[in-house]
């Protein structure tokens, strides 16, 4: 079927009822461009449930309507909407006409609506809502892409076009091809299929037919084999791909042609090489990552799925876990374009929803519904290189639990054997009856919080036990690569256990790599690590922050984000993203942190299993003159030697042997800071901090001056308060206020301040540490002048054209 883009067009408001409609009383809906966000813009409260899981945003049930002409040749052949993803409960209406429903909000499905359409204008109503149904932010609304299909009675069926590598060697690859046609005539009907392989230079390298009947009411499918001389193999480094044109001749009513994007490479996985792609073995430097986009909530807006993709991998990711649902289709897109490795996860919970209105209340009725709706669009996407069934769900502990994980692999198999399957469990969860008796008597003893504060200690334990064992068994002995979550320390008890088996770190502390990594490197069976996790994200807020002892895992209300990730929500690195890359062999030259003096209240707090040091790499610290300051250097030389000014402060050793750290202390001056590394004595790199000069100044750097004037492209703008020499003050915050004139709309504004009260869709934030970022959104064709005022500093603009 031929796809177009449903994005424009629509309008919101919350739920309302035909009498106020009647009465002339109900909200008239506010025009948007999906994808779309409604809570994101909703006001945050303490009072609201679940409270920090969410990052304190609420419940709501909203309705999307947009009017629309009828397709030409509607009553003779096949239209549908397709949602790439509503959040959640999804009920659509036609003229009034209930036509489909989906509850899970992460997942792509599409309603057939040709049977609902007349002549002239028509209306489609898509409510969904939100209501104690996530752990973490989930956002409200169609957040995803929408796509408008329309076939002909016989046409190619949607994600009909399936595609494998056989075999592929720098000479040949053999691909497999098969297209699935679908009749909804009465008539049988024949068509020729031309099926051609296309480069990426856009020559035709293989090509086919073949005629093919199909039965009244009826789906037929085409199987076709290509050989392709001296292939562009997809992969990491390389991430060539190949467009697949299907063609039906005679022509259809539509003129259909599809395209399909796929990649040439194959995939291999055993106890003796690990895994590997076109026979070079991957070790997985991954990443978990949650579907939200930070400033502008949950939105799907494929500019920002692509740029988180784009500056992940600068950071030296390799692989990408989606926490814990289904990835984005503009995501998979971008990582088969860029070469970032994806494990697509398909749900956080079985049968237990892990708060009350989860998944799990819908999960019997429509997992296979689901599950065939994900394979069936990951799979020509070359990115996508595993699956996986759960995350940290508790049925696997019992044998009822581990029958329906064993369902769902066979399920997977018999759509796409081509990709292993895991499940990412902590071992911790297949022992939480046991664990919640081990809760109870640690309250009355000295409080749950302070027994979640002292969980680190008690899961090293608790995840090598001969309990953690028996329960785990059939579960990790169904999958292809078991995963587990925060249990590294099993990972020699299994291997010697099960010398055939492959084990990944699906999810892993932050301030734990060089010890995990250690093993990836030294056995094949161990084929990569995910860290928990490699961008910052709503809700489960304050997670990874230091925090007064009252609160346990989670911040109190203004607490919004996780503070567990190497990339903040403005997509700038944190320290701890230079020293994983160090501990990964990426990086030789050394990394200045210096740890924050203008947190006062260090020694009152309790440090998070998910901590990392409060540092930033920034010697500009006015005020604090002679206060005494720790500095960090991460490097993998010797020996470290830290300069102020000139003078020696000391010299220390950094390396594998000390966690690739050395640590100083000192008193602060300002001027310039030099950590210089030292191997067999000779330097061999240095990294150097210079204060920031007195004539500060907001700044502006967008990081493109020109973008595409279409509804799936964004510029970020990065706001810095700075000296002439571009060095932030990063005690130098200030409010300011983003405009937006042309032919464009400011989509988010905000900074990385964890516990900000700024409204994301206000046009007025503070900045955090020196900075903030705008988000803008193209409305069409020509310049959007972007202006920047502050009371503190004078006003500064910047223009992108959008062509």
Known sequence: MQKTSFNQGWGVRPRTSPFLEIMGQAQAPIPVTLPHDWLISQPRSADNLPGGLTGFYGEDVIEYVKTFAAPEGYREGRVEIQFDGVYRGAMIYVNDAFVGQRPYGYIPFSVRIDPYLKDGD???RVECRNHFDARWYSGLGIYRDTHLLVGAPLHVARNGVKIRTISATAETAVVGVITELQNDSTELRTLNVVTEMVNQAGTVVAAESAFLAVRPLE???????????NPARWSVDSPSLYTCRTRLEPSNSTGETVESTFGIRTLEWDVRHGMRINGETVKLRGGCIHHDNGLIGAATIARAEERRVELLKEAGYNAIRSAHNPISAAMLDACDRLGMLVLDEFTDGWTSSGVGFGYGVDMNEWWRRDLTEMLQRDYNH???IMYSIGNEVSDTGNTWGAIHGRDMIDFIKTIDDTRPVTNAVNPMMTVLHDLKAQVGKQADAGGVNSFMRDLGELTKDLVASDLATERLEEAMSQVDIPGYNYAYGRYELDMKRHPQRLLIGTEGLPNKLDEVWEYVERHPQVI?????????YIGEAGLGADKPAEEAFFGNYPWRLSMTADHGVTGQRRT??????IVWGLRTTPYIAVHRPDITDKESLKPSLYTWSDSVSNWTWTGYEGTPMTIEVYSDAEEIEL??????VGRAPAGKSNRFMAVFETEYQPGHLVAVAYKDGKETARDELQSAGSDVALTVTPDRTEIRADDNDLA???ISIADKAGTVHVLQNAAVTVKVSGNGVLQGLGSADPKSEDDYAGSTCTTFLGQALAVIRPTGSGEIRICIESDKFSAIETVIKAI
């Open 122 to 124: 028509n209306e489609i």
């Open 219 to 229: 789906s037929a499918l085409l199987r076709q084999q290509f050989t392709i001389d």
């Open 382 to 384: 070359p990115s996508v």
């Open 528 to 536: 990569g690590e995910f860290s928990w996790t490699a961008w910052e």
């Open 576 to 581: 701890l993203s230079y020293w994983r890359e």
């Open 643 to 648: 300069l102020l000014n000139g003078k020696t």
């Open 716 to 718: 970020f703008v990065n």
